[in-house]
């Protein structure tokens, strides 16, 4: 129910250096909608949030984003074509996969 209070945990009993792999709906497919067990989805941009460099809040926790990949629901040439327009239309990504490292 507390993204901020999960991130700050997570950063309190981390140490330095430290990976996270962060596996979360995408915010561009009707799963993280109509799913009752997803309170949240994220973009590309949710967890910058977390980054000292750029918070607009007083977070108590400070990460780098170090990759993101995606799930994708099509392969082939499908997947070729439609990776580059995942942002405009709905339900080409399911999941994002963001790996954070732990800045202290």
Request: glycine share 4%; aromatic share 20%.
């Amino acid at each position: 129910d507390d993204t901020v209070g999960i991130m700050e945990e997570i950063y309190r009993v981390c140490k330095k250096g430290a990976k996270i792999d962060i596996i979360v709906p995408y915010f561009k497919t009707t799963g993280a909608f109509q799913d009752p067990t997803h309170k949240r989805f994220f973009t590309e941009k949710t967890f910058q949030y977390f980054d000292k460099r750029n918070q607009r809040y007083d977070f108590k926790c400070d990460f780098r984003v170090k990759s993101i990949t995606y799930k994708y629901v099509a392969t082939g040439w499908k997947l070729f074509v439609l990776k580059y327009f995942k942002r405009f239309i709905w339900d080409v990504v399911k999941t994002m996969r963001v790996e954070l490292e732990v800045v202290k």
